[in-house]
């Protein structure tokens, strides 16, 4: 059920943070694009995509890539298959303390899915700005809107504010400069995650490799390159 209620908050959030939002401070919020290409002063949706990589996640970062810059076996199979997601989990000897015992903590390295119709500007919104009380507002009547638009039970509406509160509280993303046209890490919960935008899509990259956080970070922008060169024909930026 989650997955439809946090689309839902996401369009809600796009409307929220639309056009007459404050110019962006530092701080964040996800970066997941869904409304459709925008011509922008900060940015372009033309030119060298990630989209035409779409279905072909495993050549835009194949799995020889992460072995070399992670050290995940070379025979390591990916999960079970998603037509928008690829992802990788293996036992690298990592464990955390829960309840008293040690358990297996495994890596993972995920690519996907690939947003269309972003620009530097949307995606700055959405990443460096937090929202303020006006906007929050404004969120809380875009996620009743969409809610009643949808027919959605009253259960069903509660958890949808409930995401969409901790989408607006999230912490900010680190802003990472000179990766493809923007790019985000965000640590504020769950794995840590770079998003990147390449003109016009973003996509995020999931890497919890090490119990370094500074090692996932230089490891996802490492994947990260690699990603951008083949999307870009080369011309990585």
Excluded at 61 to 69: C, F, G, K, R, V
Excluded at 186 to 205: F, N, Q, R
């Amino acid at each position: 059920m989650h997955r439809p209620l946090t689309l839902l908050v996401l369009v809600a959030l796009l409307s929220a943070c639309g056009e007459n939002s404050a110019p962006p401070p530092a701080g964040s919020t996800r970066p997941i694009v869904l409304s459709p290409p925008v011509a922008s002063a900060n940015g372009s949706a033309t030119g060298p995509s990630l989209a035409d990589w779409r279905s072909r996640l495993d050549q835009l970062l194949p799995a020889a890539d992460i072995a070399e810059l992670t050290g995940m076996p070379p025979d390591t199979t990916p999960d079970a298959a998603r037509s928008d997601q690829l992802s990788y989990r293996w036992d690298a000897g990592r464990t955390f303390e829960y309840a008293g015992t040690r358990v297996k903590k495994r890596s993972l390295v995920s690519i996907g899915p690939i947003r269309t119709g972003s620009t530097v500007d949307a995606f700055t919104a959405l990443h460096f700005n937090p929202p303020d009380e006006r906007v929050r507002a404004r969120l809380k009547a875009e996620v009743t809107r969409q809610a009643e638009r949808r027919n959605m039970d009253e259960q069903s509406t509660a958890v949808a504010h409930q995401l969409a509160d901790g989408f607006a509280s999230r912490k900010p993303a680190e802003r990472i400069e000179g990766l493809g046209d923007a790019a985000a890490w965000a640590t504020g919960g769950g794995d840590p995650t770079l998003y990147v935008l390449v003109g016009g899509s973003t996509v995020m990259l999931v890497v919890n490799v090490a119990d370094d956080p500074a090692a996932n970070r230089s490891t996802a922008v490492a994947l990260a390159r690699r990603v951008i060169g083949r999307a870009t024909g080369g011309g990585q930026r």
